[in-house]
């Protein structure tokens, strides 16, 4: 059964800094690894998805790395800004989609 | 294009009473998924259909849980008697296919009181 853990749990950080946020999943047969945040009251929305046979996907300031092999994905978010603060979930599809906790992400002004 | 739709977008039902979320998937999109997350703890997967057919229902908690697609547009799922541990936000998704990036409605937060 596929487990999804992230870690931090939650992270403060001010305006301006570069962060990672990490996922680990138990099972590498996946089809992807999917990043979502979620702000408060709000839906999921998609920022990156990798497939499989992709090491890495870049959306402006946002780039997720994925090593299958170690059951591995981070996402790295660079000159973090307010905007930035949310909930980020990250998803691994394999017939079914397993989330992970979430990091809760403040960024201070 | 229009997004994946949820209504209603709250519900606030008393235990025992049945709800009914709907969700209106992406047009063309043959896969439909239910997730839901309760207070607290992770979104968790509870059903997955190709069409009108469930693929995988592995995820459903109990049979107070139906879903339904008739016609392979949009579904239905229904909680029949709700209880406490029910409360959360319901999500749905479509994807066109298998494997491909699950596009999530807004969510129903449902409160079982």
């Known amino acids: 059964k596929q487990e999804v853990t992230q870690i931090p749990a939650a992270l403060s950080v001010p305006e301006g800094e570069n962060l990672v946020l990490n996922c680990s999943f138990t099972?590498?047969?996946?089809?992807?690894l999917q990043w979502f945040r979620q702000d408060p009251g709000k839906g999921l929305t998609s920022l990156l998805l990798?497939?499989?046979?992709?090491r890495e996907q870049t959306s402006g300031r946002l780039n997720a790395s994925l090593d299958k092999s170690s059951g591995r994905s981070t996402l790295y978010i660079a000159a973090s800004q307010p905007g930035d603060s949310a909930t980020y979930l990250c998803?691994?599809?394999?017939?079914?989609?397993?989330f992970g906790a979430g990091t809760r992400l403040t960024v201070k002004p | 294009e229009a997004g994946v739709t949820q209504f209603p977008s709250h519900s606030v039902i008393e235990k025992g009473q049945t709800v009914t979320l709907r969700c209106d998937p992406i047009?063309?999109?043959?896969?439909l998924y239910w997730y839901r997350r309760v207070m607290g703890k992770e979104i968790k997967f509870l059903l997955h259909?190709?069409?009108?057919?469930?693929?995988?229902e592995s995820g459903m908690p109990n049979n107070r849980f139906l879903a339904e697609r008739t016609g392979g547009t949009y579904s239905t799922l229904k909680v029949q008697p709700a209880e406490l541990e029910d409360s959360g936000v319901y999500f749905c998704?479509?994807?066109?296919?298998?494997?491909?990036?699950?596009?999530f409605g807004p969510g129903t937060r449902l409160l079982v009181l």
């Open positions: 998704a479509s994807s066109p296919q298998l494997g491909e990036t699950q596009y």
């Open positions: 099972d590498s047969a996946i089809y992807n």
């Open positions: 990798i497939q499989s046979s992709q």
């Open positions: 998803a691994a599809d394999k017939n079914d989609m397993r």
């Open positions: 047009s063309g999109h043959d896969n």
């Open positions: 259909f190709v069409k009108e057919s469930k693929q995988d």
